[in-house]
């Protein structure tokens, strides 16, 4: 495995910090997106998204196959493009940002659901990569609806 590939699925060395990898890594993913939105459309981050996930489930099917570890907490590139695909959703404005952070950690460190059965039963990377993309789904949905509820009360 090169290092591009272990920076890659290391989230650009945001999952070597000693503490709460993951918190680290969707932060890394939320300012990472939240650059790209502001010079690309939206719909680019949503390919962006697929196209990280896809090598994300190669990557760390070539790291387990490598190492013998499953879902090594140095990983977080599944947290990077759960966090991206939660912004495609809720959109790319700051309160959306920090609703949908909120709401992927939540999900993802909760793993309720859904969530929990792709992360304990899908082999390889799909389930590194799974469960995540499915926390930030419902974590972009979440926030695109509290967002909605708030604008109905008139709150912004």
């Known amino acids: 495995m090169t290092f591009q590939e272990k920076l890659f699925l290391a989230g650009l060395g945001s999952g070597m910090l000693p503490k ?27 390919l962006l998204t697929i196209l990280v996930t896809l090598w994300g489930v190669r990557a760390t099917n070539v790291y387990e196959a490598r190492t013998g570890i499953h879902d090594d907490s140095r990983i977080v590139i599944d947290e990077i493009a759960g966090i991206w695909l939660a912004l ?50 419902m974590a972009g949905l979440s926030s695109a609806l509290v967002l909605h509820l708030f604008s109905l009360a008139g709150i912004s």
């Open 20 to 46: 709460a990898p993951g918190t680290w890594g969707s932060l890394t993913g939320l300012i990472l997106g939240l650059l790209i939105l502001q010079w690309l459309p939206l719909q680019t981050l949503f």
């Open 88 to 137: 495609c959703i809720s959109g790319p404005t700051l309160p959306a940002a920090v609703l949908s952070f909120l709401f992927f950690r939540l999900y993802d460190i909760w793993k309720p659901s859904l969530v929990g059965r792709i992360d304990r039963e899908a082999p390889g990377g799909w389930g590194v990569m799974g469960d995540d993309i499915l926390a930030g789904a």
